[in-house]
């Protein structure tokens, strides 16, 4: 859906033209142009940026927008309220000056700062990114400026399969810009669809070896590497290319859970089980995979762990219990908020989820030092916060709903896959199972008297830059 982004910065600013100069219980303003702005431009150097944004507001008001300094009033407004962390508001206000382009000197300073912004999390990203820099014509920008339109506008070609376009755009980064090799991965992953994994291969391995590559950059081609890997059935090279970045991806505990399957196919099920309970860690609640209660299961089956196995696979319906529920009583997935819970905490749920909370917090910290705006600014803000809140959440409902259903049928699937472990644990508790030649012997870990390694007892506790290195030492029960 694509809506004016210039209304929401620009016309709420002449709604406002019509109110006083001087705020209540606040220095009284002047009511001469030129003092608003000399008012305004010391402040800012003064770091006093309430009063700052005020001035501004009130030049702004003062005069129109084909004023020679109407923008730059605006951008003091817009560094002012953003030096306060109200990042949304100082985006539309840059948005303005760049849509507008009343003022080109100004037009570079404006992308330049929504660069800076979209860097952030909890960004408006239809607005900014899908509504303003997709489709943007701005001539005359700076190279770093030009490269990162042009960046944002080929990704948009190419979410809409417009390969000539996305190539041409691509075409416009300079080859010393960081957005370089970001667009260069893009084309790379858009060409999976062709399915000529060797040609993807090694493009990402060509591009793995870039000099300069952003850390996240990083991240996510070595673990695409790892991912084809793993569909390739060759489990060890995904691991490798996942232990590369485990120490920088330390905020994403999906990684774990591919490196535990991987393990798994690799009969490594000792380490795949530390891996899953690493997963058990505070500091990764928030992760929604319900396979893994699943693997967990069938980890233990393969030690003959018969009994662990059995709790293991139990714990699906402890900690999604609810949705099941839910599920099981045709409760439509609109009204059911466990399942809503759940999906807010998907990878491609998150961003919406990110700009509803963001915009929750960023409004309630408007609201703690609203009165300082005085009041012609502050009632500016609250129009502006108010359609954002608005905005954000009618997002997140839309967006939400395909995740609801995505996790309803994965919650589904690992119930069924669930039910079928209980009944061959039933069956092996009877007969018992041999090894499969194919798999390692274990041998149970001695914890010697002295010595040089120091064993803990585990009671419950994790440490954040250990939990992936977790091995548990289960007894393999299987008779040899």
Same mark, same amino acid.
Request: hydrophobic share 40%; glycine share 6%; net charge negative.
């Given at each position: 859906?694509?809506?004016?982004?210039?209304?929401?910065?620009?016309?709420?600013?002449?709604?406002?033209?019509?109110?006083?100069?001087?705020?209540?219980?606040?220095?009284?303003?002047?009511?001469?142009?030129?003092?608003?702005?000399?008012?305004?431009?010391?402040?800012?150097?003064?770091?006093?940026?309430?009063?700052?944004?005020?001035?501004?507001?009130?030049?702004?008001?003062?005069?129109?927008?084909?004023?020679?300094?109407?923008?730059?009033?605006?951008?003091?407004?817009?560094?002012?309220?953003?030096?306060?962390?109200?990042?949304?508001?100082?985006?539309?206000?840059?948005?303005?000056?760049?849509?507008?382009?009343?003022?080109?000197?100004?037009?570079?300073?404006?992308?330049?700062?929504?660069?800076?912004?979209?860097?952030?999390?909890?960004?408006?990203?239809?607005?900014?990114?899908?509504?303003?820099?997709?489709?943007?014509?701005?001539?005359?920008?700076?190279?770093?400026?030009?490269?990162?339109?042009?960046?944002?506008?080929?990704?948009?070609?190419?979410?809409?399969?417009?390969?000539?376009?996305?190539?041409?755009?691509?075409?416009?980064?300079?080859?010393?810009?960081?957005?370089?090799?970001?667009?260069?991965?893009?084309?790379?992953?858009?060409?999976?669809?062709?399915?000529?994994?060797?040609?993807?291969?090694?493009?990402?391995?060509?591009?793995?070896?870039?000099?300069?590559?952003?850390?996240?950059?990083?991240?996510?081609?070595?673990?695409?590497?790892?991912?084809?890997?793993?569909?390739?059935?060759?489990?060890?090279?995904?691991?490798?290319?996942?232990?590369?970045?485990?120490?920088?991806?330390?905020?994403?505990?999906?990684?774990?859970?591919?490196?535990?399957?991987?393990?798994?196919?690799?009969?490594?099920?000792?380490?795949?089980?530390?891996?899953?309970?690493?997963?058990?860690?505070?500091?990764?609640?928030?992760?929604?995979?319900?396979?893994?209660?699943?693997? *967990?299961? !069938?980890?233990? +089956?393969?030690?003959?762990?018969?009994?662990?196995?059995?709790? @293991?696979?139990?714990? =699906? /319906?402890? $900690?999604?219990?609810?949705?099941?529920?839910?599920?099981?009583?045709?409760?439509?997935?609109?009204?059911?908020?466990?399942?809503?819970?759940?999906?807010?905490?998907?990878?491609?749920?998150?961003?919406?989820?990110?700009?509803?909370?963001?915009?929750?917090?960023?409004?309630?910290?408007?609201?703690?030092?609203?009165?300082?705006?005085?009041?012609?600014?502050?009632?500016?803000?609250?129009?502006?916060?108010?359609?954002?809140?608005?905005?954000?959440?009618?997002?997140?409902?839309?967006?939400?709903?395909?995740?609801?259903?995505?996790?309803?049928? *994965?919650? !589904?699937?690992? +119930?069924?896959?669930?039910?079928?472990?209980?009944?061959?644990? @039933?069956?092996?508790? =009877? /007969?018992? $199972?041999?090894?499969?030649?194919?798999?390692?012997?274990?041998?149970?870990?001695?914890?010697?008297?002295?010595?040089?390694?120091?064993?803990?007892?585990?009671?419950?506790?994790?440490?954040?830059?250990?939990?992936?290195?977790?091995?548990?030492?289960?007894?393999?029960?299987?008779?040899?």
């Amino acid at each position: 859906m694509r809506f004016n982004t210039r209304f929401i910065a620009g016309c709420l600013l002449v709604a406002c033209a019509g109110w006083p100069l001087s705020g209540c219980g606040l220095s009284a303003l002047s009511d001469d142009p030129d003092t608003l702005y000399a008012s305004a431009l010391r402040a800012s150097l003064d770091q006093e940026h309430t009063e700052s944004a005020r001035a501004a507001f009130h030049y702004m008001k003062s005069t129109n927008p084909d004023n020679v300094r109407y923008d730059r009033a605006e951008k003091l407004l817009a560094q002012n309220v953003e030096a306060l962390g109200l990042d949304y508001a100082a985006s539309l206000f840059y948005l303005d000056i760049a849509e507008s382009r009343r003022d080109v000197r100004l037009v570079g300073d404006a992308v330049g700062a929504l660069e800076r912004l979209l860097r952030r999390d909890g960004y408006d990203q239809m607005t900014l990114r899908d509504g303003f820099l997709a489709r943007a014509e701005i001539t005359g920008l700076a190279p770093n400026e030009r490269a990162f339109v042009a960046y944002h506008q080929g990704l948009d070609s190419l979410r809409n399969n417009l390969m000539d376009w996305a190539t041409e755009r691509f075409s416009q980064i300079p080859k010393t810009s960081p957005y370089r090799h970001r667009a260069e991965y893009a084309l790379i992953i858009h060409s999976l669809a062709t399915y000529e994994l060797d040609e993807v291969l090694e493009r990402l391995e060509v591009l793995s070896q870039a000099e300069d590559l952003p850390d996240d950059l990083s991240n996510e081609i070595h673990r695409t590497l790892g991912r084809i890997g793993f569909e390739q059935k060759r489990f060890d090279d995904a691991l490798r290319e996942y232990e590369l970045i485990r120490h920088t991806a330390t905020d994403d505990p999906s990684l774990l859970l591919e490196m535990a399957w991987s393990n798994y196919y690799l009969g490594n099920y000792q380490r795949a089980l530390g891996l899953l309970v690493a997963l058990d860690a505070p500091a990764y609640s928030g992760l929604i995979a319900p396979e893994r209660y699943l693997l *967990e299961a !069938l980890s233990l +089956e393969q030690l003959c762990q018969f009994e662990p196995a059995r709790i @293991a696979a139990t714990r =699906l /319906r402890a $900690r999604h219990g609810h949705a099941l529920d839910d599920l099981h009583a045709g409760t439509p997935l609109r009204e059911s908020s466990a399942i809503r819970a759940a999906a807010r905490h998907r990878e491609s749920g998150r961003a919406p989820a990110d700009f509803r909370r963001h915009m929750r917090h960023e409004a309630a910290k408007f609201a703690e030092i609203r009165e300082q705006f005085g009041p012609q600014l502050a009632q500016h803000l609250d129009q502006i916060y108010a359609h954002g809140l608005q905005e954000a959440e009618r997002r997140e409902d839309a967006q939400l709903f395909g995740q609801m259903r995505e996790v309803s049928e *994965e919650l !589904l699937t690992a +119930e069924e896959g669930v039910r079928l472990v209980l009944h061959e644990l @039933a069956v092996s508790v =009877l /007969r018992g $199972r041999e090894r499969d030649q194919a798999d390692p012997l274990y041998r149970n870990i001695e914890v010697p008297v002295g010595g040089d390694s120091v064993f803990y007892k585990f009671d419950g506790e994790f440490w954040t830059d250990e939990v992936d290195n977790l091995i548990v030492p289960l007894e393999d029960r299987c008779v040899e």
